[in-house]
T-cell receptor
Framework: GESVGLHLPTLSVQEGDNSIINCAYS??????FIWYKQESGKGPQFIID?????DKRQGQRVTVLLNKTVKHLSLQIAATQPGDSAVYFC??????????FGTGTRLQVFP | DAGVTQSPTHLIKTRGQQVTLRCSPI?????VSWYQQVLGQGPQFIFQ???????GRGNFPDRFSARQFPNYSSELNVNALLLGDSALYLC???????????FGQGTRLTVV
């Protein structure tokens, strides 16, 4: 069935380094992708989105890359800060508001 | 502007009871979706309502039901609670189809 998965369950980075969180999706027809950040005890927080007609989108300190050929999505965080520590989810959708989430990657930032 | 608000924030129920969770979307947003997040997993889609009509339903039993009111707020009802219903229940609102979804803080439901 449709699924969104993440390659690395935990990613540890040093403060100031760049972080890359990867995600594989299974439905080649999905047309909209979102990255969410979730801190403990809170709801998912929207970070950045990208549509299938794009392959790169930049925000403040974050960049999302979409490779439709291999059905791969990545989130790049520049100059990672302690406040970036959280679980990150990618989600996909196809012409609806039904988001399909993966299990998430925990990002740990150490000094 | 207020974000998506959910109530209550925490709830403890016993097996067999019924529960109602509430969600108010962001002002101007017409679509509300409900998700269940079990600890350590990603959210799972339960329902989506748009303009007070059900537009999508996930793989959940009939014990789960929802509705959307004229002011676009929504309720999620779960009957005959099971221990496995313990989870964080999240509400998300979107302005229109296929636009960014914003989540509330969730309701933590514990079934004992």
């Amino acid at each position: 069935g449709e699924s969104v998965g993440l390659h690395l369950p935990t990613l540890s980075v040093q403060e100031g380094d760049n972080s890359i969180i990867n995600c594989a999706y299974s439905n080649s027809a999905s047309d909209y992708f979102i990255w969410y950040k979730q801190e403990s005890g809170k709801g998912p927080q929207f970070i950045i989105d990208i549509r299938s007609n794009m392959d790169k989108r930049q925000g403040q300190r974050v960049t999302v890359l979409l490779n439709k050929t291999v059905k791969h999505l990545s989130l790049q965080i520049a100059a990672t800060q302690p406040g970036d520590s959280a679980v990150y989810f990618c989600a996909e959708t196809l012409h609806t508001d039904k988001l399909i989430f993966g299990t998430g990657t925990r990002l740990q930032v150490f000094p | 502007d207020a974000g998506v608000t959910q109530s209550p924030t925490h709830l403890i129920k016993t097996r067999g009871q019924q529960v109602t969770l509430r969600c108010s979307p962001i002002s101007g947003h017409k679509s509300v979706s409900w998700y269940q997040q079990v600890l350590g997993q990603g959210p799972q889609f339960i329902f989506q309502y748009y303009e007070k009509e059900e537009r999508g339903r996930g793989n959940f039993p009939d014990r789960f039901s929802a509705r959307q009111f004229p002011n676009y707020s929504s309720e999620l009802n779960v009957n005959a609670l099971l221990l496995g219903d313990s989870a964080l229940y999240l509400c998300a609102s979107t302005k229109d189809y296929n636009t960014e979804a914003f989540f509330g803080q969730g309701t933590r439901l514990t079934v004992v």
